[in-house]
């Protein structure tokens, strides 16, 4: 990550996955996803139209798994990473993630991987925080929170 001046940047996730998702709900309702030419040719991509271009997209997802690309037969679009992850919740296409955000959708079920191949991210997930300011108590609760989570007790 580039140093901001003024700003700290904590990692939250190291060694990410991008891995494609959808519900359940999608698969029930459209034919399997038999690989990555048949999710452009038959299925609906869930695709962040972002104008920074920072953002892993689907076409670089593609190639950097050795897969050609072409413009996908149905998209939905949107500026909004949220507004698409409800709308692949909601089974209305696929989606790219990373696999330690949405662990706990993954693993209760809400998500499945789409297709096996993952793709290591290039970038990392960081906590910005400036420098020149005192943390508020809550804030620093939440950084702690945030960069150090509660472990689950051993059974």
């Excluded at 299925?43 to 996908?72: A, C, K, M, N």
């Excluded at 209305?92 to 696999?99: A, F, T, Y």
């Excluded at 400036?130 to 472990?151: E, K, V, Y």
Aim: proline residues 8%; aromatic residues 8%.
């Amino acid at each position: 990550m580039r140093s901001t001046p003024g700003l700290s940047a904590d990692p939250i996730f190291h060694d990410e996955e991008v891995i494609a998702v959808c519900s359940p709900t999608y698969l029930e309702c459209h034919d399997a996803i038999g690989g990555p030419h048949d999710l452009l040719t038959r299925h609906t991509l869930l695709i962040v139209e972002d104008h920074f271009r920072d953002w892993l997209t689907w076409q670089h997802w593609f190639e950097s798994l050795g897969f050609d690309w072409q413009e996908p037969a149905h998209s939905l679009r949107a500026n909004s990473y949220q507004l698409l992850l409800h709308s692949a919740l909601a089974g209305q296409g696929v989606i790219l993630c990373w696999s330690k955000l949405l662990k706990d959708d993954i693993t209760q079920g809400r998500l499945v991987k789409a297709l096996p191949q993952t793709l290591p991210s290039i970038g990392t997930l960081s906590l910005l925080t400036p420098q020149h300011r005192h943390m508020s108590q809550p804030a620093q609760r939440f950084t702690q929170w945030l960069l150090h989570p509660p472990q689950p007790a051993a059974p």
